[in-house]
């Protein structure tokens, strides 16, 4: 399942699980590490998103390996809760045509 914004992808599957990750270790770097990604694609990842939809999701603090931090916006938190719900329903319809 694909968010598209005039007609463009901007977030689907990829998207949803470095958002996850990132709120589940707090972490840009630890979240990369986790899906199997460098932690420059990560970060450009979650900037084309950010830059796509025009909001930030996660609140970036540097601090080298153990004082930097990550986590998600209010609005990534939005955002995510958005997705789930969408994502279930389309599973629900699914089933009742099985």
Excluded: C
Aim: hydrophobic share 40%; no cysteine.
């Amino acid at each position: 399942m694909w968010f598209t914004k005039n007609g463009k992808p901007v977030l689907g599957k990829g998207g949803v699980d470095l958002l996850l990750a990132i709120d589940e270790t707090g972490s840009l770097q630890a979240a990369a590490q986790k899906l199997g990604y460098s932690y420059s694609f990560a970060w450009s990842y979650l900037k084309k998103l950010e830059d796509s939809l025009g909001i930030r999701l996660v609140e970036l603090h540097r601090g080298g390996a153990t004082k930097g931090w990550a986590r998600l916006t209010k609005e990534g938190r939005e955002l995510l809760e958005l997705y789930k719900k969408i994502e279930n329903e389309i599973d629900k319809t699914v089933k009742s045509f099985e």
